[in-house]
């Protein structure tokens, strides 16, 4: 078994294949899209990138505990295929979250501009930590929910009164993508990384998914979001990624709090 807390210079199907069966907490997978962001993210053809896709998450099941979660990224396209082959090895789908980058993807003029990906939340078995009151959201009708602090709402017969730390996490995400947030005067600053994902997000995953002293792992690490977001909770982490530069960009970051 790799030693934890370390980021890796590796292909992920090697360093895989140096994970101990049933040692990781979490999963989150933030893998190539196909979509040429990067030499990373070309494939000869959707069925070669498909083959890729499903050969790592052959690799990383059996790395995940009994009560272990799974986070995978991708475009909505992409994740229709990869939601029918989780379920055929047997997981348990537990969510689609629909995230709104705030940001398009494209700019075409032929079809709607997307402006969303997936994360496909799966787990093991059907007994998973969720720590629903570590993500909960401010409500968004600041003055009906004023009114019921004060006398409460009457909701199916029973008298219903706001939970101090907020609404529930719903399954759609508005989040502002990194490249959307750092823009200067409308122009995009040249990033460490053509996909980095917002810290907050990969937050809200960890904080839902595992607990204190768990072990995350991330295959496809890039700036290290998943194993800075994990020290930061004090979760162990576990990552890899086959480009150097990325490695050291990640190295620093949990270094130096920055890219
Ligand atoms: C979508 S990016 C991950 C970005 C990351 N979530 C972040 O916040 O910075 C995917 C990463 O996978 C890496 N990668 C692609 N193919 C790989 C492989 N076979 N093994 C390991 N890493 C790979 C790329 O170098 C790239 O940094």
Known sequence: ??????????????????????????????????????????????????NFTFKWIDRLIPKLKKTGSIYIFNTPFNSTYILQYLINKGLIFQNWITW??????????????NSQETILFFTKTKEYVFNYNDIRLPYDSKERIRHAQKKGIIKNGKRWFPNPSGKLCTDIWHITSERHKNKINGRTPKMPHATPKPLEMIERIIKASSNKGDLVLDCFIGTGTTAFAAKKLERHYIGCDNNKK????????????KF
């Open 1 to 50: 078994m790799l030693e934890k807390n370390k980021i890796y210079l590796m292909d992920c199907f090697e360093f895989l294949n140096e994970i101990n069966n049933e040692t990781i907490d979490l999963a989150v997978i933030d893998p190539p899209y196909n979509l040429n962001k990067g030499k990373w993210d070309n494939f000869k053809s959707q069925n070669e990138f498909m």
């Open 246 to 257: 990325y490695v050291q960009i990640a190295e620093n970051r949990l270094k130096n709090g």
């Open 100 to 113: 709104d980058k705030r940001d398009g993807m494209s700019a075409t003029k032929r079809r709607y501009n």
